[in-house]
C-alpha cells in the first residue's frame, strides 16, 4: 500500500451510499465520489478505519473545508493516492476517467515488475497510466471492448466504477442469498445489480471455492 493506508478486504460492509433512495447507477463518477469512497474502503496499518472526521482541504483551492468531501480529498492527497493538478486545482465535481480511476485504485497496490504493456492499442507504454492499466487487466478488474481499446479517456459511471472495486477488494455478490437491492433507481435487470448490492448491503460471508457465499445480512 501506500503510505499508512490500505484496502479493506476482509470485512464486506456497505460502502455504496445513496441518496433519497437512488444511487444514480448509470450517472458519472466525480472526483469527490471517487476519493470518498476509496476513503471508506481504507484502513490503517493496524486495520482501523480512517479518520474522516478531520476538516482539511489538502491545499487544493477548489475544495472549501467544509465541503462534504473534503477529508477524503485530504486523506488522499496525504496518502499519495491521488495529486492535484498544476494548477493547484483538486477539480471534485470533475468526471473520472477509466484511466483515472484504475490510477487511483492501483495505488494502493504494488506495481513494480509489473511492466508496462498494456495490450491496448490506446494505452501506449509511454501512457501516463500503463503501468497501472496493465496491472488492473492482469488481476482481471478491467478488459478491453470489442475492438480491442481501452477507451482510457471515457468518464466512468458510477455502476462501472463499483464493479472495479469488487474486483480489487475480491468481493463477489451471492445471487442466491435472498435479499433486494435497497435502491428503487437499480432493477433486477440491470447489467450491474449484483455489483451494487455487494457494495450497497453489508454483509458476513464465508469463501466456497472460488466464490462467495453471503451467510448474513445486515
Do not use: M
Not at 483551492?61 to 492535484?84: H, L, M, R
Not at 497496490?109 to 501516463?128: A, I, R, S
Not at 478488474?141 to 459511471?157: C, H, K
Amino acid at each position: 500500500p501506500v503510505g499508512p493506508a490500505r484496502l479493506n478486504c476482509d470485512e464486506h460492509f456497505a460502502y455504496l451510499q445513496g441518496d433519497g433512495g437512488q444511487v444514480r447507477p448509470d450517472d458519472t463518477l466525480s472526483r469527490a465520489e471517487a476519493v470518498s469512497l476509496l476513503a471508506r474502503l481504507s484502513v490503517d496499518s493496524a486495520g482501523n478505519p480512517v479518520d474522516l472526521t478531520a476538516p482539511g482541504t489538502a491545499g487544493f483551492s477548489d475544495v472549501p473545508e467544509d465541503a462534504w468531501y473534503a477529508p477524503a480529498v485530504a486523506f488522499a492527497q496525504a496518502c499519495g493516492i491521488t495529486n492535484g493538478y498544476l494548477d493547484g486545482t483538486f477539480r471534485p465535481g470533475a468526471p473520472v476517467s477509466r484511466a483515472e480511476l484504475v490510477k487511483l485504485v492501483s495505488a494502493y497496490f504494488d506495481l513494480t515488475g509489473g511492466g508496462q504493456e498494456t495490450g491496448f492499442p490506446d494505452v501506449p507504454t509511454d501512457h501516463w497510466a500503463a503501468q497501472a492499466v496493465t496491472y488492473a487487466a492482469a488481476q482481471g478488474w478491467v478488459s478491453g471492448y470489442l475492438d480491442g481499446t481501452f477507451q482510457p479517456d471515457r468518464p466512468v459511471s458510477r455502476a462501472e466504477a463499483v464493479k472495479l472495486l469488487n474486483r480489487a477488494l475480491g468481493r463477489a455478490y451471492d445471487p442466491d442469498f435472498p435479499i433486494a437491492a435497497p435502491f428503487s433507481d437499480v432493477s433486477a435487470d440491470h447489467w450491474a445489480y449484483g455489483e451494487i448490492l455487494e457494495a450497497a448491503v453489508s454483509h458476513a460471508f464465508v469463501r466456497d471455492g472460488g466464490s462467495e457465499r453471503w451467510i448474513q445480512a445486515h
